[in-house]
């Protein structure tokens, strides 16, 4: 076991979080940072002074005293640096959408399967830590919540700006289903511990017609499980809120309610009066994704909060979501066996 591993980051938006956290991380050396755009590397030469600095990815890849890569690229160089990762024996940790299609998604898992090393990668679903639904998934593995028959998540984005300007405007093709719902799509399969076996999505973009976003920009979809579990999980770039995340869970003795960090849980038909909570989802919940991926890796255990195979799941039924924006139709998810 080396005493420290030496990290690279790809992307300094995000992934300036990125490095805040694996800088602090004792395991860690911050060895190079990449970036496309000089302003955000000479903004971030003050604070790393020990670092290496770069515009050209290649040069982290093909350090070979670098153990692993945070990719914070924009989404459609995700599958390049994965693939490039893979090719040089680099351990990942990838901003979410791990990719932007199945047939991403199917190069590199064969290029996962040829490799005779062990290549260790997570993504960063930060829902999973919100204390509040940890507590949920405990009540519900208790069967305190009873039989999960109907989930309800919205992703309102509040943030219009972002697609009309920004890189997301840009770039091929931007997936709010990848973007945004994939979040809760998640969060309810992690929390039910059930798999979906086929989805139907619809969309519109109303809030940005006469623009020059060419995607959808308001998706819902409905999820069907293998139990007969059901789930509606909408994306809502152009919602007119501040930016957060509803989340409902129906159980046979119990409902649970999260809409913007305030919490509801029922436990009678007969009386409003629930039981409220406000949710404590600080930053510090939400690098402990990233940490948990760190020790994975040091201590060579499949322990982490997001493993391979949940994040090989999940964009399946993301891309059969997807599929059936297209063809108007229910798709059955076809899942690549991890």
């Known amino acids: 076991m080396k005493s420290k591993l030496n990290v690279g980051i790809i992307g300094l938006g995000v992934g300036a979080r990125h490095a805040k956290i694996f800088h602090s991380n004792k395991k860690i050396n911050l060895i190079t940072l990449c970036d496309f755009d000089n302003k955000k590397i000479n903004l971030y030469k003050k604070e790393y002074k020990g670092c290496k600095f770069t515009n050209n990815s290649d040069d982290i890849f093909k350090d070979k005293s670098i153990d692993i890569v945070s990719i914070a690229s924009f989404d459609n160089f995700h599958k390049k640096h994965i693939l490039n ?3 040089y ?7 979410k959408p791990f990719c932007l299609n199945a047939n991403e998604l199917k190069n590199i898992h064969l290029s996962l399967k040829k490799k005779k090393k062990k290549i260790t990668f997570s993504s960063n679903l930060v829902l999973r ?10 009540k519900i593995k208790d069967k305190i919540i009873g039989d999960i028959y109907y989930c309800e998540g919205d992703y309102n984005y509040g943030r219009i700006n972002k697609i009309l300007y920004g ?10 289903v990848l973007g945004g719902a994939i979040h809760l799509v998640d969060l309810i399969i992690w929390l039910s511990g059930k798999k979906v076996q086929s989805v139907i999505g619809v969309g519109n973009k109303i809030s940005t017609r006469n623009t020059k976003f060419k995607n959808y920009d308001l998706v819902s979809a409905l999820l069907k499980f293998n139990d007969g579990m059901v789930a509606k999980v909408t994306s809502n770039f152009g919602s007119v809120t501040p930016h957060h995340h509803i989340l409902s869970v129906y159980g046979t003795k119990f409902t649970f309610y999260y809409n913007n960090k305030e919490i509801k849980y029922y436990k009678s038909r007969d ?10 989802f600080s930053d510090k919940h939400k690098s402990e994704i990233l940490n948990s991926f760190i020790d994975s890796v040091y201590y060579q255990k499949d322990d982490k909060i997001v493993c391979e195979k949940e994040i090989f799941d999940l964009m399946c039924v993301c891309f059969a979501i997807e ?8 798709e059955k998810v076809k899942y690549i066996k991890y």
Request: hydrophobic content about 35%.
């Open 89 to 95: 024996n680099k351990h990942f940790f990838v901003e």
């Open 85 to 87: 990762a893979i090719k």
């Open 323 to 330: 599929k059936s924006l297209k063809t108007k139709k229910w």
């Open 167 to 176: 890189w997301r405007g840009q770039i091929p093709f931007y997936s709010v």
């Open 271 to 280: 009386n409003f009066n629930a039981k409220k909570k406000i949710s404590r």
């Open 129 to 138: 830590n919100n204390p509040s639904f940890c507590d949920l998934k405990k």
